[in-house]
């Protein structure tokens, strides 16, 4: 322990420091957004009706996530097999470590406010052709210039009518505050790698590998056994 003579001093100091940092707390608020945000964070997939006692899979994904991306076909595979016993919420989770992690999935907020029914068709695109955007792949290139990549590419796949939309949608400070609140939901959540699922709210062990078809079918089967026969009257839209 340190030897303290003079405790005025030592007061002074700490009464300082707690200024300087409540300045900067503050000023660092100057860019915080309102939270919660007006609408929950998540992408539900499929456009059937979501029976309302359906098992709820989350996932949290990042489109430029070797490990997402080898999840997904297989998590597909388990949605078509169960129908609308299982209802799925995909939240995008942009690692940090990988560089255009964040402008992939603003891309995907960004087709998703254009048009919601192409947002998987986006999420498949990146899975696709990830390794263009991967850290080494983009070493040389300007951050413009991978942009420019990704809003030419996601235009292709959307319909080139939205070259214009999906351009500006890189300017506007709301998508990049729905890709912020992504982040922050998955930081909420205790996520911290991809793919993660949750299971009616519980996470599934081995956050950060792929699950296949039959793994899936291990967790899934027990739980319909023990939900007794399905029952029909509780059906809503699913948010
Ligand atoms: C929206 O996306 C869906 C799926 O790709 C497509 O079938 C539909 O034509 C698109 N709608 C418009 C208005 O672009
Ligand atoms: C990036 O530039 C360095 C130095 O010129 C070169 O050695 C490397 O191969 C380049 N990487 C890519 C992915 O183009």
Redesign the pocket.
């Known amino acids: 322990m340190m030897q303290r003579t003079k405790n005025s001093p030592l007061i002074l100091q700490s009464a300082l420091l707690f200024l300087l940092l409540f300045i900067l707390v503050s000023k660092s608020n100057v860019c915080a957004q309102a939270l919660p945000p007006a609408k929950l964070d998540g992408f539900v997939y499929g456009r059937h009706r979501v029976n309302w006692d359906a098992i709820l899979i989350e996932a949290f994904v990042d489109p430029v996530c070797p490990d997402s991306r080898d999840a997904w076909p297989p998590l597909k595979q388990a949605l078509e097999h169960y129908g609308s016993r299982v209802a799925l919420v995909v939240h995008l989770l942009p690692l940090p470590y990988h560089d255009y992690a964040f402008a992939s999935s603003r891309a995907i907020h960004i087709v998703n406010n254009l048009n919601s029914s192409a947002t998987f068709e986006i999420l498949e695109w990146f899975f696709k052709h990830q390794e263009k955007f991967y850290n080494?792949?983009?070493?040389?290139?300007s951050k413009a210039s991978v942009i420019d990549e990704i809003v030419k590419s996601v235009a292709e796949v959307v319909g080139k009518s939205y070259y214009g939309a999906v351009r500006s949608g890189f300017n506007d400070r709301n998508t990049d505050l729905k890709t912020r609140v992504s982040f922050k939901y998955s930081a909420l959540r205790g996520v911290y790698g991809t793919p993660t699922f949750f299971l009616n709210g519980f996470v599934l062990p081995d956050a950060g590998s792929a699950l296949d078809f039959a793994d899936w079918k291990t967790i899934i089967d027990p739980l319909i056994g023990r939900k007794g026969p399905k029952r029909e009257d509780n059906v809503h839209f699913f948010l």
Not at 136 to 141: D, K, R, V, Y
Request: hydrophobic share 50%; glycine share 0%; charged share 0%.
């Open positions: 080494a792949q983009t070493l040389n290139l």
